[in-house]
């Protein structure tokens, strides 16, 4: 497997190094606040633009009643798109280190959660969502990943992370959920990622159910974009990395040294249950953009009106809405209105990709607006 943490971490290195620009970007959006906290000398290791998650063995579960595949998939639609536990938050001001001894301010956006309809997510995407927990024992951690699925754009993984005595490998809290995710913290000692291929990996955002979880036991929702497009017959993989030490011990070792730690790598496939289809709308070089229930993918390369640099600029992305045929509308991203509706986004090369915060009635959409460009679903 090519792609690895430390494979990761120079890649991203690359995307947040901070310029003035990105200074005067900050107050726009969640990748800009990450590059400055970057600068700022912390050692985060999530909320990135591309980066990787988590690991695991499956366990064969015979003779479970259906009743149970029911509850754990009852889970997943909640965890990943529902608001029992998820609370909807207006614009929060705020100060940060901008790295270079003075501070920025900051606006994160507002997000909305609301109610899921369980029998509704059954029907548009029950089907491609795994029902066997995988689970593995990764030293003292239990990671158990209850449900799973995916699609061209991305993929959405509900799972905990345990350890008696408190789990120490993973960061989460209320503000991480606000800005760039839960953490894989340097006193860890493994690392998870899902991958596609040997080329593609999945940027993602861990958001923690902070009433749900206690210091023994974190439920995890996982949104995961991939880094490019898939291929037929990529499937998600979970990687997991064991090393000797601590991630902490392991970062202060020289390039020979991580050479010759005694990594272990472990790879297992996460579905056999195939991709959640996808719908486009092709409008030649005025516009391109593929769908799903629960993803959006555009290409920026038409009808956006870029060139050069602008395409693969996450920046240029001012407004992202998909108006149904009732009239109603979800507005997924607004930056003027400092508005952000989605699990997680992403910048992967000429494509915009968003994983929805919630399942989308691809049968009722009228039309999807990007920015000024309207894309008719009819």
């Excluded at 479970?64 to 754990?72: F, L, T």
């Amino acid at each position: 497997m090519k792609v690895s943490e430390k494979t990761m971490r120079e890649t991203l290195s690359k995307d947040i190094q901070v310029s003035d620009l990105v200074n005067q970007r900050l107050k726009d959006t969640y990748e800009i606040l990450e590059r400055g906290q970057q600068a700022s000398g912390k050692k985060t290791h999530r909320g990135r633009n591309l980066r990787v998650a988590a690991a695991a063995a499956a366990i064969i579960c015979c003779g479970v009643p259906s009743i149970v595949y029911a509850s754990v998939k009852t889970g997943f639609f909640e965890g990943m798109f529902g608001n029992t536990t998820k609370k909807s938050t207006d614009v929060i001001h705020r100060e940060i280190d901008d790295g270079k001894g003075g501070s920025v301010a900051v606006d994160i956006p507002s997000k909305e959660f609301v109610p899921v309809d369980d029998a509704a997510a059954e029907s548009m995407i029950g089907q491609w969502v795994t029902e066997t927990p995988i689970v593995r024992k990764i030293g003292e951690h239990t990671l158990t990943i209850e449900s799973f699925a995916y699609d061209k754009n991305g993929a959405w993984m509900y799972f905990t992370l345990g350890r008696e005595g408190g789990v120490t490998a993973l960061k989460g809290d209320m503000d991480t959920n606000l800005t760039k995710g839960a953490y894989f913290t340097d006193e860890s000692d493994f690392y998870f990622h899902v991958v596609c291929s040997e080329e593609i990996f999945g940027g993602d955002n861990i958001y923690i159910d902070t009433e749900k979880s206690t210091e023994d036991l974190l439920y995890c929702s996982d949104y995961i974009l991939w880094s490019d497009v898939l291929e037929e017959g990529d499937t998600p993989k979970i990687v997991i990395e064991t090393y000797p030490c601590t991630r902490g011990e392991l970062y202060e070792m020289s390039e020979t040294e991580q050479r010759e730690a005694a990594i272990e790598t472990e790879t297992i496939e996460l579905s056999d249950k195939g991709p959640i289809p996808v719908h486009s709308i092709d409008m030649g070089e005025n516009g391109y953009l593929e769908y799903s229930p629960v993803s959006i993918g555009v290409d920026m390369s038409k009808g956006m009106g870029l060139t050069g640099d602008e395409i693969e600029d996450p920046y240029y992305m001012k407004r992202l809405e998909i108006v149904y045929k009732d009239g109603s509308s979800y507005i997924v991203s607004d930056k003027e209105a400092c508005i952000e509706n989605s699990g997680y986004v992403m910048g992967a090369g000429k494509w915009y990709k968003t994983a929805f915060n919630r399942v989308v009635d691809t049968d009722e959409i009228a039309e999807i607006i990007v920015n000024d460009v309207r894309f008719p679903a009819e």
